[in-house]
Structures are given as C-alpha cells and as structure tokens.
C-alpha cells in the first residue's frame, strides 16, 4: 500500500512511458505482470501505481521502494531486466528518475521532510 509519509524515507521512483495509445493496454498489462510476478515479492517493494493519461499516451508508474541499496538490487536482477526490457519494446521511450518525497498534502493534514502537522 502506498504511505506518502517523508519521514518515512522510501525511495520513490517515477517512470514515464511514452506510448503509441493502442499499445497502451499491452503496455500496462507488461508492466502489472511484472509487478505482480516479481516486483512485488522482491526484498523492499512496497507499492506501484500506475496512471494512464486520457489521450493514452501516456502510462506514468509511481513506485515506492524501502531503499536506493533494494531498488538497485532489483535492477541488476535479470528476471527483473527481461520484464523492462519487455516493457521497453513496447514504450516508444521512457525515463525512470528516483526521487526523494519532501512533503504530502491532504485534507487531514500535511507532512513534510522534517516534521509533520495537521490542519
């Protein structure tokens, strides 16, 4: 399950995938495959989501990952190459870029990085 907490210190991961839109439901069934088959099951996971843009053309995957050291070791997993390379066969291109989670906003209130209040 997804926790948009800063403090909590997971590594987020947003890949974008740029994608011909009749392509799109292939790519997204790749994409959950593999979640389901092996990201899932892998040492530090925790979550994935996928978004699809109206027009799309689009398919985003916001990922959570315990650790930089756990999500690095799932990238030179080779089970876990073959599905992106799956994936990368079907996008007409993507980027991954690792993030940091600085602050998360909500109607019960808001974290940030250092400290966390409530409205």
């Known amino acids: 399950m997804t926790t948009l907490n800063p403090n909590d210190g997971h590594l987020v991961v947003i890949n974008t995938f ?5 392509r799109a439901d292939e790519l997204l069934q ?3 495959d593999a979640t389901e088959r092996g990201m899932r099951k892998r040492s530090g996971f925790i979550s994935a989501n996928f978004h699809v843009s109206l027009d799309k053309k689009h398919i985003a995957n916001y990922a959570q990952w315990r650790s930089k050291p756990d999500f690095d070791a799932m990238l030179r997993d080779p089970a876990a190459q073959e599905h992106m ?3 990368a066969e079907i996008a007409e291109s993507f980027e991954a870029i690792c993030y940091e989670l600085w602050a998360s906003h909500s109607t019960v209130g808001f974290f940030t990085k250092s400290w966390s209040a409530e409205a």
Do not use: G, Q
């Open 85 to 87: 390379k799956k994936a």
């Open 30 to 32: 790749v994409l959950e």
């Open 18 to 22: 740029t994608v011909d839109p009749v």
